[in-house]
T-cell receptor
Framework: ETGVTQTPRHLVMGMTNKKSLKCEQHLGHNAMYWYKQSAKKPLELMFVYNFKEQTENNSVPSRFSPECPNSSHLFLHLHTLQPEDSALYLC????????????FGQGTRLTVV | GEDVEQSLFLSVREGDSSVINCTYTDSSSTYLYWYKQEPGAGLQLLTYIFSNMDMKQDQRLTVLLNKKDKHLSLRIADTQTGDSAIYFCAESIGKLIFGTGTRLQVFP
């Protein structure tokens, strides 16, 4: 248990569906992240939020839309995804964005059919 | 540039030492990390090393850093079956950049 909780753990969605991934942390951290983990590829940083403000969008397609309503919650809204978007989506949080340990959630395994 | 490279697989016998290697490209990294991912789980921090150190030991884990060659290694002594997992190295340059991960398989 790292203190970072992701829901759902598994999600299967059609290409025309709209769904959201949720991440929650009560560690008092100020930075939150979305990563994508695909087989045999490096973990890809998608978005960074620091004090609720988006500080990095790593050229992510607009079909992925993040939302950070407060420092404890982070969402990833999904719409019109493609099968190649199937992956493990990991949320992480850290006290700050620079040189601090990141704590990861268990991830949401997403399958797009 | 931002690039962290690791070999994909390592297989060792139980009781032997494992050495997982990593190379990174950004010399401005101040911290380098090793994370472990067990099946069905997220990443868990194992250990880290500050860039002005060349070695750090923590129980069965030894981290070696060659800053000149931008090479990082993780040595696990007396490897156990419970050490089977994917190991990621990461550099911190205002954000964490991860490698592909090395899948460690420990056989009896």
């Amino acid at each position: 248990e790292t203190g970072v909780t992701q829901t759902p753990r598994h999600l299967v969605m059609g290409m025309t569906n709209k769904k959201s991934l949720k991440c929650e942390q009560h560690l008092g951290h100020n930075a939150m992240y979305w990563y994508k983990q695909s087989a045999k590829k490096p973990l890809e940083l998608m978005f960074v939020y620091n004090f609720k403000e988006q500080t990095e969008n790593n050229s992510v397609p607009s079909r992925f839309s993040p939302e950070c309503p407060n420092s404890s919650h982070l969402f990833l809204h999904l719409h019109t995804l493609q099968p190649e978007d199937s992956a493990l989506y990991l949320c992480a949080s850290s006290q700050a964005t620079l040189n601090t340990e990141a704590f990861f959630g268990q991830g949401t395994r997403l399958t797009v059919v | 540039g931002e690039d962290v490279e690791q070999s994909l697989f390592l297989s060792v016998r139980e009781g032997d030492s494992s050495v997982i290697n990593c190379t990174y490209t950004d010399s401005s990294s101040t911290y380098l990390y090793w994370y472990k991912q067990e099946p069905g789980a997220g990443l868990q921090l194992l250990t880290y090393i500050f860039s002005n150190m060349d070695m750090k030991q923590d129980q069965r884990l030894t981290v070696l850093l060659n800053k000149k060659d931008k090479h990082l290694s993780l040595r696990i002594a007396d490897t156990q079956t419970g050490d089977s997992a994917i190991y990621f190295c990461a550099e911190s340059i205002g954000k964490l950049i991860f490698g592909t991960g090395t899948r460690l398989q420990v056989f009896p």
